[in-house]
C-alpha cells in the first residue's frame, strides 16, 4: 500500500505514518507490503465508490425511500445525504461507520463544489454563494460535529 491509502485505511495522518517510517519501521513496512484491496476487506473499511448494505434503522430517519428495509446504497450518498440532517447522532454514526477522515472528506467535497458553482439550487430559486467555503457558517459546525466524535 502507498502512504496515502495507509493513512485513508487507518485513518491516521500522514505526520503519524512519517513517524512510523521513521521509529517504527518494521510496522511501516509491514503496512506498506500489504495489498490494499487485501487490507480493506479484513478490516470492513470503505470507499467512497462502494456499494454497502443500508439499513434506515441505524439513523434518525430514512433518507433512500425505495424501502424501510436494508438496500444497497453508495457510501458517497449515505455520508452525503445524512450530512445534509445537521443530527448530530447522525453524524457521529456517520463517523463511527465510515471514519471521521471519509465523512470530513465528502464534507469539503460537497462545500467545494457548492461555491464553485456559485449557488444552491433549490426547487424554484438559486441561492447565491460568495466568499470562501471555509467561513460557511453551516460548514464549520458540521466540521465541528464531526471533529466532536
Known sequence: MTQQQI???LDVPDRTLRDWKK???RLYNLLESLEYSDAKEKI???DLNDVIVFDPHY???NFFWQTNEKSEQKVYAVISNYLS???KQDIKNLCEQFGKNLVRSVL???YKKMYAQG???TNGMDIPLSGRYEHNKMYKQLLG???DC
Request: aromatic fraction near 8%.
Open 119 to 121: 449557488f444552491i439550487a
Open 7 to 9: 493513512s485513508k485505511l
Open 108 to 110: 469539503k467535497e460537497k
Open 85 to 87: 440532517t445537521l443530527n
Open 23 to 25: 521509529n517504527r519501521h
Open 59 to 61: 439513523y434518525s430517519r
Open 44 to 46: 470492513g473499511a470503505v
Open 145 to 147: 460535529m464531526i471533529n
